[in-house]
Each structure stands twice: as C-alpha cells, then as structure tokens.
C-alpha cells in the first residue's frame, strides 16, 4: 500500500508565503513525477507544479516566480514553497505521485493525497 500525507495548508493574507510537504511511504521501487495539483471551488484540478526525480521541474503560468518545488529523494518528499500568495491561490492543493511499486513496470501508478486546505485573505 502506498500513501501520501499532505502537510502545511492554512490561512494566510495576500502577500504571505507557506510550505506545502507531501511524504510518500508504502512499497515504492522507483518515485518518478511529483507534483501539486489544486482545486478552487466550482473549477476543475490544475497543475500547479511537476518535478522529474533528476529535478526538472514544470510549473504552471500563474505561479511562475512565485512558488518553487523541490524534492528529497531520499525521503521520498516534494515540497511547494509559495510565494507572494494571492486570493486566487486559495483552493485545495493535492500531492501527486507517478511511481512504480516493484520492479515490474505494470505496478506503475499515479497516487493522490487527501489535500490540504491553502486560503488566502485579501
């Protein structure tokens, strides 16, 4: 079984800056994109952020200079710094994860987390 626990939402003013962390645990032979992904009321799941395991990353036009992410692979983690927050952040922010569980490429899978909440106040 894999998971992903999703860590470091809240209320914060426009302006302000938090940390989104995802940690993956479980049976995982090889953790290959990660991202964030969000969900504002009424609107469907964007990209936010996608970083390769070599540290390429992908981010989306609106958060561009804004949010970064980072990764440890030897922790299984992805990190989402953010930035000079704007109202139009708030949504909930989902940990996405490709990975293999065993050495067999068909256990190749893509994992979400339960989300965490990010509102920010104008």
């Known amino acids: 079984q894999v998971r992903l626990v999703e860590s470091g939402g809240g209320l914060v003013q426009a302006g302000g800056s938090l940390r989104l962390s995802c940690a993956a645990s479980?049976?995982?032979?090889?953790?290959?994109?990660m991202g964030w992904y969000r969900q504002a009321p009424g609107k469907q799941r964007e990209l936010v952020a996608t970083i390769t395991s070599g540290g390429s990353t992908n981010y989306a036009d609106s958060v561009k200079g804004r949010f970064t992410i980072s990764r440890d692979n030897a922790k299984n983690t992805v990190h989402l710094q953010m930035n000079s927050l704007k109202p139009e952040d708030t949504a909930v922010y989902y940990c996405?994860?490709?990975?293999?569980?065993?050495?067999?490429?068909?256990?190749?899978?893509?994992?979400w987390g339960q989300g965490t909440q990010v509102t920010v106040s104008s």
């Open positions: 479980g049976s995982i032979f090889r953790l290959n994109v």
């Open positions: 996405n994860a490709d990975l293999q569980r065993t050495r067999d490429i068909y256990t190749r899978t893509a994992y």
